[in-house]
């Protein structure tokens, strides 16, 4: 037998006394209290997945393989957190990034300084970009666009828009790390059992799934719109289901799903990461919520895991839309935090 153990390492929330997966009966959820009032939060996200062969008779587990999706923000929450919870950080197979953005790949470096080992990593061509990030109600998207670096001065030093710089290749080469750019689906691990899939690019079907406030200095030496082609789900396939992990979605929680639709007949069962919902409008999400309802004809739960950039009204939308409903929803949603650890037998 095999188990997949996936550990939320890096977080915005830390909630060491959730207690829902005994409540609602989800032996696939596990956590530790006690480790988990030492963790660290940040805005940033992510996990680290091991796959261990199991003996049922002996209790015995081998890890088999042991895979990172993205790595937090740059405080370093989530090697803080992986040594916390007792987790070895040498022998990593790949790292796998959604999208070039901070709060996803802050630890890299020190991932890669802390082992021997060449470790290969999944991105896309777009880390090669300077990105810019809107962080003042005042700026709007017609103030950047067009616009060189050197005019962009006077917002930088006021922080009403921060850089971030494109990706090193030959820092990450000298730290032992192995660049792939990829612009379509890679399979990362494949048995009988499982398949661990990183998506490609995800098209934009919906209309309503545009994010368009996300700048990036290409080519032409100006700032252009930013289409994050970048942004990466990661498909986890057993025998019988889907489970999906999101980065931040910036694609669009929709798109997403029609996405890794198009890819397979299973159904999707959980979803587990961040949706990218928090500036949205209440018409958007409640446009989400019916489509998580109605876009597979399969009777099973859809577990929803909501993080990072998903944003409170989301959760508040769902509670109302549960409450109003005349029939149960299908859906599921869960607070997940630091430290919660998904393990699904197969």
Known sequence: MLECEITVLANNIVVPFQNFHKKFNLDFIKSNKFIMTKCLAEHGLGFLINIYKTNTQSNEKKLIKKLIFDTGGPNLTFLFNLH???????????????????????????ILLQNQNEIPIYCHESAKFERFFVRSDEIQNSDLEGKTRKELKTLLEQTKIVAQKPINIEEISDFNGKINFLNKDCTIFDL???KIILSGEIPRNHEDEDFSSFYAIKKQKKLERDEILDDKCLIIEFKENIIVICGCCHSGLKNTIDYVKSRTKKPITHIIGGFHLASATDYKINNT??????????????????MHCTGETFNHNYVLKAKNSKEKLRSKLFMASVGTQFIFKC
Do not use: A
């Open 192 to 194: 009988d059992e499982i």
């Open 84 to 110: 916390l919870m007792d987790f070895s950080i040498n022998n990593i197979d790949c790292i796998m990034l959604s999208h070039w953005h901070y709060d996803h790949v802050g630890s890299l470096h020190r």
């Open 289 to 306: 919520l019916e489509y998580l309802e109605t876009f597979q004809k399969e009777l099973n739960d859809l577990f929803l895991f909501p």
